[in-house]
Each structure stands twice: as C-alpha cells, then as structure tokens.
C-alpha cells in the first residue's frame, strides 16, 4: 500500500443551488475533541465530548465503535431529547443521527456489518443508518400495556439477529427472552420464558445461538435462542452475589462478577466443555469487559476508588492490576457511572460525569513520535476521510484511501439526495488520494460527498459558508 503516494485532482463546479434548511437530524456539530493526560505514559485520553447536557456511552459493554467509519457512536440529550449522534474519530466533527421523542439511545447498539444502529422509541424498536440519509426503519412494535423493554438491544454479528427483553408489566417476576430478524424479515419470536426480573442478557457475539442472562438479585444463566438447554452457571447465596455477564470474544466464554463480603472474582463458563475458572480481581470494581485478544480485563472501579483499571491476566492465571486513567466519577448512579468497552485489543471507549455532566472518552495506546496510531486509518480497508478544511468556502480537500486497485465514483449532492457532480468515475490504482473541490459557483449551504469503491460506500457531509 503506497500511503504516501497521492493524486491531486482540481474539479470545477459549475452548478448553483438553493440555499439549504437546516434539519436536526444530519446537523453537523463542531469538534470538541480535547486530550488529556493518563496515569500510564504510553497511553492518552482523548474527551470526545465536552457538552454541558448529558452525554453517555451505550449500557455496559456495549461497544459503539464502527471501525470502517472511525467513528464513535453515542446517545446525548442537546437539544432537549435523546438522540442518537456520532463523533468523527479523524475530525472530531459530531453529527446528530436521529430527531425524535421518547427515544431510549442509553440502550440503543450498533452493528458494523449493516452500519446501523438499533434502538428503542417508546413502543418500537428501530433501525437507522449511520450515513446520510440516516434513514430510519421499525423492526417491530412491543405492547406497552403488556411489557416493558428492558436491557440493552444485542445484535449477531451478522447484523441480522437482534435480541431484547421483554418484562412483563403486572408481575416483574419474569421476562420473555425475544428474538427478531433485522435483515431477512424474521418476525419476533418470545423464545423464552425467564423466571425472576431479567436484568441483562447478551446474545453470543460470534454465532448467535446462546444467550447470557442476569436476573436482578439472582443467578446467571445461559439458554439457547430456540429455547433449549437451559443452565445456571453463576448463583446467588446471602453471602454471594452474581452480577453484570458479558462474554469473551471467542463466542464460547461467558463471564461474571462474583463478589462475597471481602473479595471480587471473575468467573468464567466453557459452553462448550463446561469447565469452569476463577480469576481473584486485586481491585475491586463494579463494571467489567475484556480486550479483543482476550489478554487484558478492564475496570471501571467504584466510587471510593474512581479509576479505569486494567488487569493483564498473567499465564498462572493471576491478575496483574495497572491503573490507567483516574475517571474521577462519584456516582454509583447506573446512567453516570463509566460504563466501557474495549474497542480492540488496547483502546476503551467510556463515559464519565468527572466534569460534573456525561462525557464520552477514549483511552488510547500512543504510537511513536508524530505518528498516530495505525487504527486512525485501518490498514487494508478503504477508508474515506472527512474533508478539511469544514466548514469551507470555496474550496475543500477530500481525500481517501484505497488499499488496492478499484473502481471508483466520488460524487456530490445536495441535500434533497440530486447528484449535483461527480468528482471521479474511473479504476484507480493502490494509493492515498486528495481531491481540491471548488464550490466557487455553488451557493452557501449543506452539502454530501459519497464515495464509492467496489462495495464500499460511505458518505460524509460538508458545508461551504460564503
């Protein structure tokens, strides 16, 4: 991959349009992208937001990155509601994804394989794009007057199986497991019937098949997603208690946190061998993950001891803690309290109220001097960057990636979705691009550049201001 090869391209545009309303759904934020210092030097923390209003990450470990777009994606209630919005990794630039009421975005997740995000709204549960348009689409509709739904929304990694909870309304003391096709139209199946008020419940990552439920106060179980081979893996007693599961990214290690009255422990389940393991947690916390190489835990701690820590699990099955960054979050509230997730093998996304309102942050391995990480432009994928400078007038530089040969159209459009140019529609070699785009006859407003490049496509907005 020649990454330092580039084209320069000038192309005139000789269209004028309208000028443009600006909708909430689409709108473009400035960066708000500030670094900060973290308690391991080669590491730093980058604060995405800095919004006085609430701002959060997704529930526990829900990851909310889409690697192919370097984006982060969030819920944040701005402009009064919540809503879901994303934040540009490359430009900082936050843009709001969603424009509705009753929208529970803290529950909402996001699947890279569709590029979507899924999320309920008072009785339904939706689906939006994460690229303009942003369309939108319901999957179902639960009765309220029956369940609530409760938990995050799981997704396969196909992106076409999505798991929820629904709790039932006059007696707490069950909660129907269901399934639903967001790709191929399978209709919502209650697969199961859980006794005790389902807590969370996370469907297999990798084959989706099993899923990993908590009931509040009471044990950890497992069952199958047509409703078979039930077990409990983790119980609750006076003395113990089981809480908040997640599994490994092998798709076969389910995990808990298992406390008793002077000690912490991760305990893990081998679906498929049954064996069982402990691990002793030298630091007490209150929410865990792990990495992509299943090589490090991380904890986001507890009030008295407001610290993300991570524990590198050493060969004899022993936990080496290593503090990280002081989170500096008092509250033991479930929406404040840093909720993380490991966004690859080294690099966590987690929200905190340290500046007295939820912020999102992104803990970060450093690479060598003046170098950023590899993971800023992914290596063998075709990647489009955010134009710069943004806003602009009259001319912008868009750039992108292409890590082999491909056919590619780079087009423009206004914001009625009408092709007003097209930049580029020819094979193009392995090599980094950079095109001046002149907007010298085009009238102020907003404007969208899509590329597209075998089966990738994405688009970004940008706006010329005269």
């Not at 402009?79 to 630039?93: A, F, I, T, W």
């Not at 209709?187 to 419940?201: I, L, N, Q, R, W």
């Not at 309290?337 to 966590?348: E, V």
Request: charged share 20%; net charge neutral; hydrophobic share 35%.
């Amino acid at each position: 991959m020649r990454f330092f090869e580039a084209f320069y391209l000038t192309i005139p545009i000789l269209l004028v349009t309208s000028i443009i309303n600006i909708a909430q759904k689409g709108h473009i934020l400035p960066s708000e992208l500030k670094t900060l210092s973290a308690i391991d030097s080669s590491y730093e923390v980058l604060q995405l937001t800095t919004d006085l209003n609430y701002d959060c990450k997704f529930y526990l470990n829900v990851n909310p990155y889409i690697e192919q777009m370097n984006c982060i994606v969030f819920t944040s209630e701005r402009k009064g509601e919540q809503n879901l919005y994303k934040v540009d990794l490359n430009s900082g630039l936050i843009t709001q994804i969603t424009d509705g009421i009753n929208i529970n975005g803290q529950n909402a997740n996001v699947s890279a394989i569709t590029q979507e995000a899924f999320y309920s709204q008072g009785s339904s549960i939706k689906a939006v794009g994460l690229v303009f348009p942003f369309s939108e689409r319901e999957l179902t509709k639960v009765d309220l007057t029956k369940y609530y739904i409760r938990g995050s929304i799981n997704i396969s990694s196909d992106g076409n199986k999505l798991l929820y909870i629904q709790l039932d309304k006059a007696n707490k003391s069950f909660g129907w497991l269901t399934t639903i096709g967001s790709k191929d139209g399978s209709p919502p199946k209650m697969f199961y019937k859980a006794a005790g008020e389902v807590d969370h419940a996370y469907l297999n990552p990798i084959y989706g098949n099993k899923v990993l439920y908590h009931v509040l106060d009471g044990n950890i179980s497992i069952v199958d997603t047509d409703g078979t081979n039930f077990i409990t893996v983790g119980y609750n007693t006076s003395e113990e208690h089981v809480v908040h599961p997640f599994w490994f990214p092998d798709g076969i290690t389910a995990a808990w946190v298992f406390k008793t009255s002077d000690k912490e422990f991760i305990e893990t389940y081998n679906t498929r061998t049954g064996y069982k393991k402990s691990f002793t947690v030298p630091v007490t916390g209150n929410h865990f993950a792990i990495n992509s190489t299943m090589t490090t835990f991380q904890s986001d701690g507890s009030s008295n001891k407001p610290d993300i820590t991570y524990f590198i699990i050493n060969p004899d099955g022993t936990l080496t803690a290593k503090k990280m960054f002081r989170h500096g979050s008092s509250s033991s509230s479930e929406t404040w309290h840093p909720h993380a997730a490991f966004i690859n093998s080294t690099d966590l996304v987690f929200n905190s109220d340290r500046d007295g309102n939820g912020n999102i942050y992104l803990l970060r391995k450093k690479a060598g001097p003046g170098i950023r990480s590899s993971s800023h432009i992914p290596d063998n994928k075709i990647y489009l960057l955010q134009n710069y400078p943004n806003p602009f007038n009259p001319t912008t530089k868009i750039q992108f990636v292409l890590p082999q040969s491909e056919y590619v159209k780079l087009s423009v459009y206004n914001t009625l979705g009408q092709e007003i140019a097209i930049l580029l529609n020819q094979k193009l070699p392995d090599a980094q691009y950079s095109i001046d785009f002149d907007a010298s006859k085009l009238n102020s407003g907003i404007y969208f550049y899509k590329l597209q490049a075998g089966y990738y496509i994405e688009a970004k907005k940008m706006v010329l201001i005269k």
